[in-house]
């Protein structure tokens, strides 16, 4: 249920696009000169949910129980810079340079009874998304539209070694590229743009780093690969 639900929330969202426009009446539209340029920026502060998507390893899990699993998810934040350039009148090219902060916490399950939840991989990434946004028709001061890319992520938080102080036995790789889509819809209000956007990224690679914490193999032998997710609700004034 935890990974439906995003998926249930951005179809939602394509319905509202629909029910929103089909349901207005012509309205007085608010100027929207910051939109026609060629190019305009803004900032973007966002909410994100991290997760990964772990494959366990099936040859440890037989011998040992050890079963690896991210059951909650805890909300971070976004902080972006918005470079806008339009090259037609429905499509957009986004640059978003920005931050992000969040965690996960890795579960881990022996004969289905939690053994250890003090595995919490923090992430402070740079982040160097580049999107194509294409826009529907506007009705009134709203405007649907969908969005999809890449995301080059590097993490600041990534450990380059395994800490003594601290009982953490995974590590990720820093550097990731990620394939990003969603779905929002632009308010034009009087003096700017606001966009509310719904966005989920998916890692490419597998970024478990391949080496066991000492004395503590068995976090490491568990887990086959992970794949990065991310969940964004983003808000863009521009």
Known sequence: MKRQGPFIILLSILLLNNLILSGQKQKPKNESWYDEKPIHFGFSLGF????????PSQKYYQTDSLYPEVS?????????????LRPADHFDIRFLPGVSFGQRVIRFYKNRKLVNDQQRLESSFLE?????????DRLNNVRPYVIGGLNYRYDLAGKKEFDD??????RIKRPDLY??????????LTYFKLSVELKMS?????VLVK?????????????E?????????AFHFE
């Open 165 to 170: 102080s601290k009982p953490i036995y995974i």
């Open 225 to 233: 690969k992970i794949k990065s997710q991310i969940w964004i609700l």
């Open 179 to 188: 394939y990003e889509f969603g779905a929002g819809l632009d308010f034009y």
């Open 72 to 84: 909650i998810l805890n909300p971070g934040i976004n902080i972006q810079i918005v470079t806008d």
């Open 211 to 223: 080496e066991a914490a000492p004395g503590h193999p068995e976090y490491y032998n568990s887990i």
């Open 48 to 55: 994100n949910a991290m997760d990964f998507d772990i494959t």
């Open 128 to 136: 160097f998304p580049l999107l194509l946004k294409y826009k529907g």
């Open 202 to 206: 998916n890692g490419f690679g597998n």
